[in-house]
């Protein structure tokens, strides 16, 4: 059984740049949500999606957006990138929006903003 | 303003120690706590919370809650290095949406 898989695993980019990173979920899972996890700090909560829709935003700037497409795949995209951008992000998917402990996360992509 | 804090930020023992993590919260509508291990990359799950006082437990590894004094311990007996890892407890504020603590980063020298 495949777990949540993202792409790519590691990024480099310079400020002002745009980036697109992809999650796919467990076969079944119909949650997807994205957290940053900045170095030596626990993982903020950026996004949420179910069924396709937003269903939760946290504390960031309009450059963050996400989508979810049919197969419940994701993006998270990040516009004019900044230095303070540079993080893990991580994906986390679950069955629905209650399951708390059965959401499972992935591997997470590394972002370097140069 | 919610907040999960964890202590302490960073931990240094000996094969064999055992270690007590610290998270405390102030949730809105708290229905739950986790903690979390996390090696390299993801978190993996380790213990959900939800009632006072009783203790969940997986081998050497063990948690409590106590909701009326707002905080949890998560305790590892006979620490291996394998143990070594950042262990993050989280509340989910909204469904699953969770709120991380920064995490407690444990090294075991053997």
């Known amino acids: 059984d495949t777990g949540v898989t993202q792409s790519p695993t590691h990024l480099i980019k310079t400020r002002g740049q745009q980036v697109t990173l992809r999650c796919s979920p467990i076969?079944?899972?119909?949650?997807v949500s994205w957290y940053q996890q900045v170095l030596g700090q626990g993982p903020q909560f950026i996004f949420q999606?179910?069924?396709?829709?937003?269903?939760g935003r946290g504390n960031f700037p309009d450059r963050f957006s996400a989508r979810q497409f049919p197969n419940y795949s994701s993006e998270l995209n990040v516009n004019a990138l900044l230095l303070g951008d540079s993080a893990l992000y991580l994906c986390?998917?679950?069955?629905?929006?209650?399951?708390?402990?059965?959401?499972?996360f992935g591997p997470g992509t590394r972002l370097t903003v140069l | 303003e919610d907040k999960v804090v964890q202590s302490p930020l960073s931990l240094v023992v000996h094969e064999g120690d055992t270690v007590t993590l610290n998270c405390s919260y102030e949730?809105?509508?708290?229905?739950?706590l986790l903690w979390y291990k996390q090696e390299k990359k993801a978190p993996t799950f380790l213990f959900m919370l939800?009632?006072?006082?009783i203790e969940k437990k997986s081998g050497r590894l063990s948690s409590i809650l106590d909701k009326k004094e707002l905080f949890s311990i998560l305790n590892i007996t006979a620490t291996q290095t394998g143990d070594s890892a950042v262990y993050l407890c989280?509340?989910?504020?909204?469904?699953?949406?969770?709120?991380f603590g920064t995490g407690t980063s444990l090294t075991v020298i053997p």
């Open positions: 986390a998917s679950s069955l629905d929006l209650r399951t708390v402990n059965e959401q499972f």
């Open positions: 076969s079944g899972h119909k949650s």
């Open positions: 999606y179910y069924e396709k829709e937003e269903r």
């Open positions: 949730v809105t509508n708290f229905r739950s």
């Open positions: 939800t009632s006072s006082g």
């Open positions: 989280a509340a989910p504020r909204r469904g699953n949406q969770f709120y």
